[in-house]
Structure formats: C-alpha cells, structure tokens
C-alpha cells in the first residue's frame, strides 16, 4: 500500500509511464477541432454558392434580382443559421438566397435594361371610329349587323348622310342576318335610328322581313312615329313578297297596317297579283274583304298590271258593271301610261250621251307624271278625242301638271280655240294653276304672244 501511494505522488516516474501521460492528453484535443473546421468549410462553401445563386438570377427573367444588400443580409441569415445548426444537429438548415425568403414577401421585381426591351409589345387596336373619318371609316370589315347598327348610331348623330347610306346599303346587303336587330332597333326607338331601321328592312323586303316589319309596325302605338313607319314599310318592292302583304290586308285590324300593305301591295301589282285579286274577290264571303279587294285594284299604279286592269274593266262600249270593273277603271287612271289613257278616252268617247259623268271625273283626278304627255295630246286635240269629251276632260287633269308646258297650251287655246266649251275648260284650268301655283305663272313667259309658233313647238316636246 505505501509503495501503491509513492508511485502516484512521486513527480519521477518510469520513463514508459511519461510517454503514455503525455499522448493520453492530446488524444483528447484534436477531435474538438474537427467540428469547428467543418462548421467554417460549410460557411465558405455556403457562401460561394449563395453569389453563384445571385450571378444567375438576373439572366432568367423568373425571378427577381436580388439587391447587393439583400443578398448580403440573406448571406448572414444563413450563415446564423448555420451556425445554429451547426450547435444543434437536430434543427434543419435553411436553403440560401430566393428560396430562403417567406413566400409572399418577395422584393420588387426589377428587370435589367435589356430585358425590358426585348420584351415583345402588345399594340392596342384603334377603336372604330379612330380608323377614319371617310364615308366607310370602320367598314371596311364588318362584323355583323349589330356591329353596322352601331356605326349607324353614331353617323346619326353626327349627321353625315354619307355613312348612313354606306350603312344601309350594309345592312342590306346582309339580308334576312339583318332582321332581328333592325326589329330591335325599330320597336325600342322613337327617332331616326327607327325610321332607318325601317327603311332598311323595307328594302330587304323579302317574305320573312316584310312579315316581320308588319307585324313590328302593328305593335307600335298610335303616333306620329307610327304613320312615319307606315310610309316606310309601303315602299316595299321585292315582288316575292306580295302574297305576304295580300293575306295581311285581308286580315289586318289596324288602319296603318292595312294603308302601308295596300300602298305597297298596289306599287307592285302585275297581272299574276291582278288575277289573284279576282279570285279572292270571287270566292270572298265577308263585305269587309271585297271592299278591301276593289280597294287595292283602284289604286293600283303599276304598268304591268295596265293589260290585266284592261281586261277587267270591260268593253269600251260598255258602261262598269260592278265594283271590280269601277276600280278596274280607277286603277288605270293612276297608272297614267299612254295604253291606259288612251283606253279611259275611247271609252268616253264611247259613252252614250249623259253617262260619261264618271269617267271625265276619274280622267280630270289623273296625277301619273308619265301622263302628262298623252294629256297634252289629248288636249290639245287628238282624234281619238272629241271636242265636247275627251278633249275637256283632258283639259281639266292638266291643273294637275302646272308647269311651262301646260301653260302655253292652255293659253295657245284661250286664243285660237273656237269651242266654247273646250275655251272654258281651258280658262278654268289656267285660273285653277294661277291660284294654286303663282311661282309657276310668274317664272314663265308667254310664249303664245310672243310667238305662237315656239309655244306650238314647247307643246310638242
């Protein structure tokens, strides 16, 4: 036990004892330097990535560009938390750079110079009517009735007549496409964007458009409006539609409806319309129908039914048996062409003495302006005309016609004619016009005083 005692407080050892005392303790001091040596190469490595990170970052235009102090800040964040990782391996160690920052908190994204201009531009469209201001700015590629609708809104409203018509004549061209928003357009508005809409769907005028503009026209209340509509849908010409506008006659409860059907029904009357006219007169049972049927015969102004309203009213020899052949004769005098006067004056030639009271009346009301020549030739005195008759009734339909011509015939007659009753007519008709059209007296000369021979001659133009 002493010897035991000796030998730990004894400072002079075995030399084997000393050399083992001494590599004992450095075993236990290079191991604690391994842990910080690793913690700094992870820092540097760390480092190094994190500005290889940064370098990158502006070439993609993904991600922002991270501003030298940000970066420096995200560099400490990192390396603190490394740091703390480093003391407590259980904690996971944060990512660096863009990834490190909490979603929602990104800096401002900031693209280089050349990036801003490399990037492609989206160049707006002008709005239509920026593209010009010509007759067809915004037409030259339309995009649908309603797109055409819109322009004409707008040249209504400047007043330029020049896009409305290009708009019209747009819509239609379009056709049946165009019913349905020129219907909407005619029963929502009161103004000249309705009475468009009208004229451009009585020019399409085809069975379905007239259908529909008929029947928009009878939903639309008693006015001013109304009656201008009406006189819209009566200039419906495309023949196809006849039938369409005959069945709305015969059954229409509304006045305007029944005035612009007719008006339109008898501008485009022919012989097929005539005959179709017959035979529904012929097989109506209800009063109503017939008088509407003798209606639209009596006034009836197309040339092409002039054979058929012939054939209608008669033999010239006799006088009009019946309603039909009374507006057989009416209707011929408003067509007014050279077969159908010359046909009312044989007749009235032809009327025994005392009964051709209705046909100098019917004669004297003819207003067609391609009568005025057979009347002038008529009354001047033809010899399909008699002094006492044809020439008289003649007569009297020119107050209908004021003008030079007239003037100087009824005037060359006052002074040269020797019947007494063709020298009244003519003083009638010349107090008639002087009354009625004063500008036309005062703006002609009197060529019959002047010269007899050029009033002859301005006659016979």
């Not at 730990?8 to 001091?29: I, M, V």
């Not at 929502?188 to 529909?212: F, N, V, Y």
């Not at 030739?377 to 044809?390: C, H, I, P, Q, R």
Request: hydrophobic share 40%; aromatic share 4%; with cysteine.
């Amino acid at each position: 036990m002493k010897s035991i005692r000796r030998n730990k407080k004894d400072p002079k050892q075995s030399p084997e004892a000393r050399p083992r005392a001494q590599g004992s303790g450095k075993g236990f001091e290079w191991p604690l330097l391994v842990f910080p040596a690793a913690v700094l190469a992870a820092l540097a490595t760390l480092y190094f990535v994190n500005r290889s990170i940064q370098q990158r970052v502006p070439a993609s235009p993904a991600h922002a560009v991270v501003e030298p102090g940000t970066a420096r800040g995200a560099a400490a964040k990192t390396s603190s938390g490394m740091t703390t990782a480093g003391r407590n391996s259980a904690r996971p160690v944060q990512q660096t750079g863009i990834d490190s920052e909490p979603k929602g908190k990104l800096p401002p994204t900031k693209a280089p110079p050349a990036l801003a201009k490399d990037r492609p531009q989206t160049v707006k469209p002008k709005p239509a009517d920026q593209q010009g201001t010509g007759p067809r700015a915004g037409l030259q590629e339309p995009e649908g009735p309603a797109r055409i609708i819109a322009l004409l809104h707008e040249a209504i409203q400047q007043n330029d007549h020049a896009r409305i018509k290009q708009c019209i004549d747009d819509l239609v061209a379009l056709g049946d496409q165009a019913i349905a928003p020129l219907t909407q357009v005619i029963a929502g508005e009161q103004g000249d964007a309705g009475m468009w809409a009208a004229e451009a769907l009585a020019r399409i005028g085809t069975p379905l458009a007239t259908q529909t503009l008929l029947d928009t026209l009878a939903g639309v209340k008693e006015g001013p409006y109304k009656e201008q509509l009406g006189k819209r849908v009566a200039a419906i010409n495309n023949h196809e539609s006849w039938p369409v506008l005959l069945d709305k006659v015969l059954t229409t409860q509304d006045s305007t409806v029944l005035r612009a059907a007719g008006d339109a029904l008898s501008r485009m009357a022919d012989t097929p319309v005539v005959d179709e006219l017959i035979a529904r007169f012929d097989g109506a049972t209800d009063e109503r129908d017939t008088d509407r049927i003798a209606q639209i015969i009596s006034n009836i102004r197309s040339p092409g039914a002039t054979d058929a309203l012939i054939a209608l009213a008669g033999d010239i020899a006799s006088a009009p048996q019946d309603a039909l052949s009374r507006a057989a004769i009416e209707g011929l005098a408003k067509i007014g062409d050279a077969q159908a006067i010359s046909y009312l004056m044989r007749k009235l030639e032809a009327s025994p003495p005392g009964q051709g009271g209705y046909l100098t009346n019917t004669i004297a009301e003819i207003k067609a302006p391609q009568a005025q020549d057979a009347l002038l030739y008529a009354a001047a005195g033809s010899k399909e005309v008699s002094a006492g008759n044809g020439r008289t009734a003649a007569i009297y339909a020119l107050k209908n016609f004021p003008d030079a011509r007239t003037l100087a015939l009824l005037e060359q007659i006052v002074v040269t004619e020797q019947n007494a009753s063709v020298v009244t007519a003519a003083t009638r008709t010349l107090d008639d016009i002087r009354r009625t059209s004063p500008h036309v007296v005062a703006n002609s000369q009197s060529l019959v005083k002047k010269d007899p021979y050029a009033a002859s001659e301005l006659i016979k133009k």
